[in-house]
C-alpha cells in the first residue's frame, strides 16, 4: 500500500522534469482558480450549488457535503499534487471530481466552450490528473524522498 501512495514512478530527469511543470501548473491553476475562490466565497456557493453526484452512495450526499467534497478535491488534492506528496491518489480523487463535473454537471452541454457552460474545461484538466495517476510525480516530488520497499531492497 505504501509503495501505491508514495511511489514517484520514473526517475529519469528529463521526464521528472517535464512532470514537475505539469504537476506545479496543473494544481496551482486548480488551487488558486477553482479550490480557493469556492472556499472563500463558501456561502454564495452554496447558494446555487445544486448538484451531488449521481453516483450511490454520493447521491445521498447533502448539497453543503457535496460542495465541501468538490472543495476538498480542488484545494487539498491540488495542493497535495503541487508538493508531489502522494500523488496518485489525490490525482484519482481530481480526477474524479472533474469526471463528476464534465459528464454529470456539464452533462447536457456541449464538449467544446462556444462561449457559454461545455464539458471543455472539466476534461483539460482531467487529461493531466489521469496522466499522474499513470506515471507517478517523477523524481522532483517529495513522493522521490519516502523511501518504499522496493528500493529498500534494491540497496
Not at 2 to 9: A, M, S, T, Y
Not at 116 to 123: H, I, Q, R, T
Not at 130 to 137: C, K, P, Q, R, S
Request: charge should be positive; aromatic fraction near 10%; charged fraction near 15%.
Amino acid at each position: 500500500m505504501k509503495r501505491f501512495f508514495f511511489d514517484c514512478g520514473t526517475r529519469d530527469p528529463l521526464a521528472s522534469t517535464g512532470l514537475l511543470v505539469m504537476r506545479v501548473g496543473f494544481g496551482l491553476m486548480m488551487l488558486l482558480g477553482h479550490g480557493l475562490p469556492k472556499l472563500q466565497n463558501y456561502q454564495t456557493f452554496l447558494e446555487k450549488w445544486t448538484i451531488a453526484p449521481a453516483i450511490w452512495p454520493l447521491s445521498k450526499m447533502s448539497m453543503p457535503m457535496s460542495l465541501m467534497s468538490a472543495i476538498g478535491a480542488e484545494l487539498f488534492a491540488s495542493g497535495l499534487i503541487v508538493l508531489g506528496l502522494m500523488t496518485r491518489p489525490a490525482a484519482f480523487v481530481l480526477g474524479f471530481a472533474m469526471c463528476v463535473a464534465a459528464f454529470q454537471v456539464h452533462g447536457a452541454d456541449p464538449v467544446f466552450s462556444m462561449g457559454g457552460p461545455s464539458k471543455e474545461m472539466a476534461v483539460l484538466y482531467l487529461l493531466p490528473a489521469f496522466i499522474l495517476i499513470i506515471t507517478g510525480a517523477g523524481q522532483f516530488s517529495l513522493d522521490a524522498v519516502i523511501p518504499t520497499d522496493r528500493r529498500k531492497r534494491r540497496r
